[in-house]
Nanobody, 116 residues
Framework: QVQLVESGGGSVQPGGSLKLSCVVS????????MGWYRQTPGEQRDLVAL??????TKYADSVRGRFTIARDTAQNMNLQMNSLEPEDTAVYYC???????????WGQGTQVTVSS
């Protein structure tokens, strides 16, 4: 089992920055892929960014160049969000997938609000 706990959400003005953190515990060695997703009310949960064991990354077109995903340690993954826009307002979820996609884990989510 893997447990994920997000932090760092909040309210910011357009053009501002926030850094989300995801603390990982449990069977960390089983994880092969981690990422951030976001969801707004009534909408599906969408991919924001992914990072694999080799630190290769993938970004949604809407955030590329503004957001940076990083896994500082095996226990901690971050999402640096710059030049935030109102359209970035959502609940952000940390995600982890075990090898061969056998198991998938989610954090509880953290709210990000971008508004003037």
């Amino acid at each position: 089992q893997v447990q994920l706990v997000e932090s760092g959400g909040g309210s910011v003005q357009p053009g501002g920055s926030l850094k989300l953190s995801c603390v990982v515990s449990g069977d960390i060695a089983s994880i092969s892929l981690m990422g951030w997703y976001r969801q707004t009310p009534g909408e599906q949960r969408d991919l924001v960014a992914l990072i694999n064991l080799g630190n290769q990354t993938k970004y949604a077109d809407s955030v590329r160049g503004r957001f940076t995903i990083a896994r500082d340690t095996a226990q901690n993954m971050n999402l640096q969000m710059n030049s935030l826009e109102p359209e970035d307002t959502a609940v952000y979820y940390c995600n982890a997938v075990s090898r061969y996609g056998v198991n998938e884990y989610w954090g509880q989510g953290t709210q990000v609000t971008v508004s003037s």
